[in-house]
C-alpha cells in the first residue's frame, strides 16, 4: 500500500506561481513512476506531468514550458512548479503513483488539492 498527501494548492492570480508537494510513505520501493492529474469542474480527469524512478518526465501539451515536475527520490517527494499560470490551470489537482507488479498496474490516489487561478 501507499498513501499519498499533497500540499501546496490555492488562490493565485493569473501569470502566478505555484508548487505543489506530493509525499508517499508505505510500500514506496514499489513506485515506479509518480505524476500529477487535475480535474476541472464538468471535465475528465487528464494527465498534467509525470515522472519514473529514473528521472523520465512528460507533460500535457497545455502546460508544456510552465510546469516542471521533480522528484526526491530520498524524500519519496515529488513536486510540481506551476508557473505563468492561467485560469484553464483552475482544477483539482491529484497526485499519482504507479506500481507495476506481478499483477500489473496500480494506481494510488491522493485526497487532491484546490488551485484556483482568478484576478
Known amino acids: 500500500q501507499v498513501q499519498l498527501v499533497e500540499s501546496g494548492g490555492g488562490l493565485v492570480q493569473p501569470g502566478g506561481s505555484l508548487r505543489l508537494s506530493c509525499a508517499a510513505s508505505?510500500?514506496?520501493?514499489?513506485?515506479?513512476?509518480m505524476g500529477w492529474y487535475r480535474q476541472a469542474p464538468g471535465k475528465q480527469r487528464e494527465l498534467v506531468a509525470r515522472?519514473?524512478?529514473?528521472?523520465?518526465?512528460n507533460y500535457a501539451d497545455s502546460v508544456k514550458g510552465r510546469f516542471a515536475i521533480s522528484r526526491d527520490n530520498g524524500k519519496n517527494t515529488v513536486y510540481l512548479q506551476m508557473n505563468s499560470l492561467k485560469p484553464e490551470d483552475t482544477a483539482v489537482y491529484y497526485c499519482?503513483?504507479?506500481?507495476?507488479?506481478?499483477?500489473?498496474?496500480?494506481?494510488?490516489w491522493g485526497q487532491g488539492t484546490q488551485v484556483t487561478v482568478s484576478s
Open positions: 499519482n503513483a504507479a506500481t507495476n507488479g506481478a499483477t500489473g498496474w496500480y494506481n494510488y
Open positions: 508505505g510500500s514506496t520501493f514499489s513506485i515506479n513512476r
Open positions: 515522472i519514473t524512478s529514473g528521472g523520465s518526465t
